[in-house]
């Protein structure tokens, strides 16, 4: 680019030195310039020919306007995802190596501190904490409970892994007091100086102060799980009369002498533990592995930002589609320009990069935008996670990385877009962009749509004047019509897509309701006979049955493995022998905790959908039925196979009789309660009931629980727990909503992409039709007439990309479904077509096309006669 | 004292021969046909044309409307390729160059005046005069706004000079164009019918301007329809059916017969 002397020296420059063309006679020609007919400083700020580009961007202020603000919105949601992922890795990560997480975690019976020792000095192990855990509900007034665990530690300030830090108040706690984690203050409706009531598992209720708040980041989010955690010291438990003891070990291994510790070695490491540890006689309830380095979020917010990503990216195509269309109008605008360029000197390459120029600054302008909202966003958007991954956002500066590539993108994107139509422009002949044999603007005529149109009117005379207008308009430009289509058809089957992935994620809610299809859980303190407690819960008005239903915690004992492939044998330090990891499926031993469930063979609480073989029948005894969380943990088993399970210490062999769908589930087998119930040795006697009520009301079913809470204890039966299926589901649902929330933000993101290309598409058919409106004006169009062939032809190109959309939304709409439900539950979702959501899109398209069409009308409409057939 | 030459560039005296490729004249078309391809076949616009035109010649070409005028001209501009024959301009074979190559020469050695004028629209008049120079990277990039004045002030259109073209009369603007195609120092000016659009006094203004330039020693080849400025002209060549069907001088300074 040249660029040249300043404004100030200029004027007396010129004016000292009268010019003469080629001094034929310096003396005709004396006359100095008139200095104030030059003395415009800034026409010398740029070369001629990017003050063509700077000129023709602000001569069509709308268009730029938009195909700007459509680059934006991309690189705007480009920004925020990548912005959000960076911030997150890095600060989220940080709060979590801060606090040394462990590598695995085993539930147990229960130890002491000399077996903390003894874990402690085995070679295999780095480090060891310990933790009680005590599982409790907290009264929230009016009878409502919400589960709260509680937590004491051996040591309060010295916590080698899994540390809990001290954010409020005295730390340790004092007696009788509780640090509340700080994510379940909210929950707890309670603040710091408030008394709670706790109710322990034996039903013994205490109160404690709460003193403080704690921040404790392996916690799994509070509104998750919707249940409350707490901190208390064991000088409180043990007034409570609960001796100290540990019930989970977190240890983190030691560094192999040789090889990586990838999540197999941890896995045997965390056997050898859990060897020790039964040996002593304790029982090992669970036991969770973590993958090194990650957090436990990793696992939800890598296909989250995956999703997030991709939409941003489409919304990022599709603003490069309005790119596209511009680019090619202002090309075919301005063919007798290029030509005349040429004419006088211009080569293809100058002519090119003019116009690439041109783009480059749509790209500047809007990262101008998109960089500082895309930081923002970033930060908003961090800010919203950390509310449930429960860290601390610190400012800290831009994220780099992210901008870098809003940069590249906002750049790359739009210049990529525009060499097509640039190049094609460009190539333009001067004899072509000069005489009259050039380009036709849009050619209508060709193809099969165009005779179609053009007959529809023999065979539809009642299509007035105006609308043939506008349909035949709406295919004059081929090309520019197929990207806007694509934008809109794309962004209206994404919006249909997101709003079924919403509908999929209540109806698998539904469906395992239907599984699970009771009101009320009501839990006591001990065995009773069962139809005590039918007899009971029935006489509280509103109840119309209840059941119990035997449970257990079980395990599988699998079949040995041929040789060599049972549990690999330790490698003994300096020894690196064995430790190939070996496939879950082919491992022998035990399977992880199954739940099993004994119905009563009647049941009318259980609508299982098999996937295979048959349901329970009443004749049934070792027969089971089991879902397919469970199949998916056990490939091996079939239906007809005989297992073998472990239950209470107990092996006992069962026959596989139907695969049941697990929605929502974890692995979990069916089984009858008669049956159970004389194995265990508890027949007719249970320690819960469920409960069916005539409503379908969350708050009606409250209203029952408190009565039946009430009726049981004033018949003398203890209640230690007591929930509502929608108490239940919160967290579930609430998981949910802030995925569909996430996804509608982006699916708005690319209805405004489409709508804005929809707007730019009119306002460059408005543009290049000029001339032809300014005919219509001349031979009588009325302003109304003009407005309505232009907002017709809008409304057109929306509602057929509506059409469009609907049959595109049936496929993407299920894979969405179907990949949204294996990332965030393991399994795809109920699939449920969102009908609602078809004709919300044909209200918005349709609204969208009007307002996108109307305002370059409006234009039209008041351009003049002279006005108009003065453009060229 | 402003430079307004480009360069000086090697200037054999007329029928001396000293052109790189024999050329002794500064134009020489050597049997040049144009064919365009029609619906309905091959269409000859132009069939083996000779035409020889010296430095500082004055040409008026005339003839029919679809005679072949244009495409004549288009010849000499390298706007069009002949499809045979030669195009000789100076040191130039014109019909060997690329595309890329064309625009740089013609850019140095041509300027071309349009009909309609072809001001671009969003540049005010100076910086549509500047533009050649800018594209051909003539001229040191603070000598080019003189220069353009300069043109202006040949053409006296300086105190329109930051207006925009929509807001200047037609013959206003083919002033402007004229000193757009003066903008590097062509030796040849090509105008297309550049009095057609303008009412005949306007017209008569932009031919002494003309007649100026080749009096300045610039050689000038105008398509016109107007028989009285053509006749004005120091020659004029009549085309018919793509083929030469007269070629007369005028007496004076270049009374001297092309063919
Ligand atoms: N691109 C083209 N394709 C087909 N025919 C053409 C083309 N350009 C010019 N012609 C034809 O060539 C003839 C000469 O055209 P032109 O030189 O423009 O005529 P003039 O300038 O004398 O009016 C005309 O008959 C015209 O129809
Ligand atoms: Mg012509």
Known sequence: MTTTRSGAELPSARASRAPALSGADPASDPAPIPSSSVNKPARRLLSPRWAKVGRDLTSHRMRSLLVVLSIAVGVFAVGVIVGTRQILNHQLHASFAAVNPSDAILGTSGFDADTLTAIRRMPEVESASARFSLYTRAHLGDGRWLELTLFALPDWQDIPLNIVRQESGPWPPARDAIAVERMSLPMLDAAIGDSLTLELPDGRRRTVNVTGTAHDINLPPARFTNQAFGYVTFDTLERWGIPKRFTSLSIRAADPASGVKDHAYVQQVTDLVQDKLEKGGRAVNFTYVADPKKHPADEVLNPVFLLLGVLGLLSLLLSAFLVVNTIAAVMAQQVRQIGVMKTIGAGFGQIVRLYLGMVLIFGLLALLVALPAGVAGAYGFTIFLSQFLNFDVVYEGVPLSALAVQVLVGLLVPLAAALIPIYSGARVTIREAISNYGLGQGRFGHGPADRFLVASQRYAPWLSRPLVISLRNTFRRKGRLALTMTTLTLGGAIFIAVLSVRTSLYQTVDDAIRNNNFHIVIGFDRDLRVEVLQNEALQVPGVIAAESWGRASTRRQRPDAPDDAGVPGFPLSGQSEGLGATPPGMRGGESDEIRLLAPPADSQMIQPQLTAGRWLLPEDENALVVNTNFMDAEEDVAIGDTITLRIDGKDSDWVVVGVAEGVLDQATIYTNSEYFGRLTGRAGRANSLRVLTDSEDPAEHRRIAAALEHHFEDAGYHVTQLSTRAENLEGTEYQFSILVNMLLVMTFLMALVGGLGLMGTMSISVIERTREIGVMRAIGAATRAILQIIIVEGVLIGLISWAQATLLAFPLSRLLSDQVGIAFTDSPLSFSFSLPAIALWLLIVALVAALASYLPARTASRLTVREVLAYE | ?259
């Open chain 2, 1 to 259: 004292m402003l430079k307004l030459r480009a360069k000086s560039r090697p200037r054999p005296p007329a029928g001396a021969g000293g052109y790189h490729h024999g050329n002794t004249h500064l134009i020489d078309l050597r049997s040049v046909t144009k064919s365009y391809q029609t619906a309905a076949g091959e269409f000859p616009a132009l069939r083996q044309i000779d035409l020889l035109v010296d430095r500082g010649e004055f040409v008026a070409v005339v003839g029919k409307s679809g005679s072949g005028k244009s495409t004549l001209i288009n010849m000499v501009t390298g706007i069009d390729r002949p499809t045979a024959g030669q195009v000789l301009i100076g040191d130039t074979a014109v019909h060997t160059l690329s595309e890329g190559q064309m625009a740089v020469w013609r850019g140095k050695h041509v300027g071309v005046i349009f009909q309609f004028f072809q001001l671009l629209p969003t540049l005010t008049v100076l910086e549509n005069v500047m533009l050649p120079m800018d594209f051909c990277n003539t001229y040191p990039s603070r000598a080019r706004v003189q220069r353009a004045m300069a043109l202006l002030e040949e053409v006296a259109m300086v105190e329109h000079a930051d207006k925009l073209p929509s807001a200047t009369s037609g013959g206003q603007q083919q002033r402007v164009a004229i000193a757009r195609a003066l903008a590097n120092d062509p030796d040849i000016i090509v105008a297309d019918e550049p009095t057609g659009n303008l009412d005949s006094k306007t017209a008569d203004a932009v031919f002494q301007l003309f007649q100026r330039l080749v009096d300045e020693g610039k050689t000038i080849l105008m398509v016109t329809h107007d028989e009285e400025l053509a006749r004005r002209a120091g020659r004029t060549v009549t085309i018919a059916d793509g083929l030469i069907v007269s070629d007369t001088a005028r007496g004076g300074r270049n009374g001297e017969l092309g063919q």
